[in-house]
């Protein structure tokens, strides 16, 4: 989960790294460092347990050799050691010539480290990536040279690894990557490595992804291996990301502009997909084959949005479906001709990967809905589908949430069209509910902002949460209890409506709070009058006249299609602004909850 970046540049390359890591943040923020090589060939490190901001500080301090453009940096999401300055990259070897900085988990980092101290190496740190620097730093006494140093390295490493090698000596850097995405870039602006292309946009037109066992040497001309040997490079692909799109546009964080993103988000997906959803050409485009079944993969706020999407193959269409945890997928058995969806908003989650390498595919076929055309799930997939959110920096998934669902049920309804599950006429009045929705986010947005400030004073010193909906309602419940667990740092569990009186209405006590997905089914009254029965604080979240109405019921027109057999979509925004309002009441920063990143690339 942690960010790398590096570069070599005409220009200082520290002002450069920070503002590189600053995008990276995200993806780790436990910790931050950076290694520059001096003019003099020595190097630079400067490493934190605070945020980039006190790195910036610390390098607009540094008083020694005048800094080159060559670097690398690193922003932290601890797996291995405690979150403390010697844990935090990159990490060096003996000598002080050799710095990494590494992505991954390598599984056999205490035998590797058992060897080297029986060799005489010395550790600084308790962290596996340390072990890295030192098998790099023996192997170039051998060899002399560190694209042949870092290749032996790494065929002794088992586990995974993104990893970018800085040799002060000699300026030289190269990247071997194995399970864990880095993408290499060149323009006239130099030579740069990262984990993701924010980090590197604004420098860069186009880049190359690295794959499993690649090593490159990173100067002006590309040097690529695999497994020790020559290969040909990796086509370029085009950059759309620009670092324009990551300013805060007058929001206090990235999480109540991305929020309120999500109109402007669904419009633009729409206007793109709708035209293809009725007639089945959106399907025929995946070129994926006939399917009986469909089943959803994923995991946290991806999970719930193939939920939904299971629910609108179903629900739509009659077509059994489920949904498999990918942390847990492994021994799942895939009937034949089913269609597995595998959602991550990154295209890099690790247990996404895993997943889809234990399953037994068979006769079945596996489409990618993804942030990140280029990703390794887009590349191991049959066929892969771009949800198109945009950049999304918070790391609590908002904009992506709805791009993922709006997608995926375009995608189901025009392969529903296609295989004449449904029919044209049918299909274009689903169209006209989806052209609908952004409208029904903006509404949700303006009656949230309205009703739930004066909820979080009452209710901000509970210490759990209930939610609870019906039938299409209930994994927006999910969604809800998984928001605000990540951002308010209080405990939160989801259930159906209709399992209250099976349990959790033993949680129950005067002021519980129990917020409630007001779909429009009847039954859901009884359950709100149990709640209220035991003193339960109930926040429905409906139409008119609930204490959030903020649901598209409120608008007073019938959905012509039938959208709410598979939404409320807009639900979803009440949920985000109640979370993140509650946390905010509470001191968290709604942008980097703790202990969580946003590309998850680890198991």
Partial sequence: MCGIVACRMDEAAGPFLIDALKLLEYRGYDSAGVAIRTVDGTMASSRTTNRVETLERQLDDWSGPALSGTGIGHTRWATH?????????????????????????????????????????????????????????????????LHSAVTAATLRLHGSWAIVALDAETGRMVAAAHRSPLLVAHSAKGVFAASDINAIAEFVDEFQAMSDGDVVELAEEFVWTRSGAHSAAPAYAASNWSGVTHGLAGHSDYMSKEIAEQPETAARIIDRLAPMIADGSLWAGLNLPPFERVAVLGCGTSLNAGRVIANAFGALGDVPNSSLIASE???????????????????????????????????????????????????????????NAGPEIGVAATKTFVAQVITGVAMALSALA????????????????????????????????????????????????????????????????LKLKELSYRWAEHYPAGELKHGPLALVEAGTPVVVIDSGDRRIESNIAEVEARGGRVIRIGGAGSTIPALGLSLGTPMPGGIDRWGPLESVVPLQILARDLALALGRDVDKPRNLAKSVTVE
């Fill in 329 to 387: 997928a492994s021994s799942a058995i895939m009937d034949p001709r089913t269609l597995v969806i595998a959602l991550s908003q990154s295209g890099e989650t690790a247990d996404v990967l895993r997943a889809i390498d234990d399953l037994d595919l068979g006769t079945s076929s596996l489409m990618a809905l993804t942030n990140s055309e280029h990703s390794t799930l887009a590349r191991r997939a049959d066929s892969m589908l771009n949800c």
């Fill in 418 to 481: 296609a295989t004449r599950r449904i029919d044209r006429d049918y299909a274009r009045r689903q169209t006209d509910d989806l052209r609908r929705i952004p409208d029904l986010l903006a509404h949700a947005i303006a009656a949230s902002q309205k009703a739930i400030p004066p909820l979080i004073e009452e209710i901000r010193d509970a210490q759990g949460y209930l939610f609870l909906g019906r039938g299409a309602g209930v994994v927006y419940a999910a969604e809800g209890a």
């Fill in 81 to 145: 050691g405690a979150v403390t300055e010697t844990n935090a990259h990159p990490h060096a070897d003996c000598r002080q010539r050799v710095s990494i900085v590494h992505n991954g988990i390598i599984e056999n980092a205490d035998a590797l480290r058992r060897q080297l101290e029986q060799t005489g190496h010395v550790f600084a740190s308790e962290v596996d990536s340390e072990v890295v620097s030192h098998l790099i730093e023996e192997e170039l006494l051998i060899t002399g040279d």
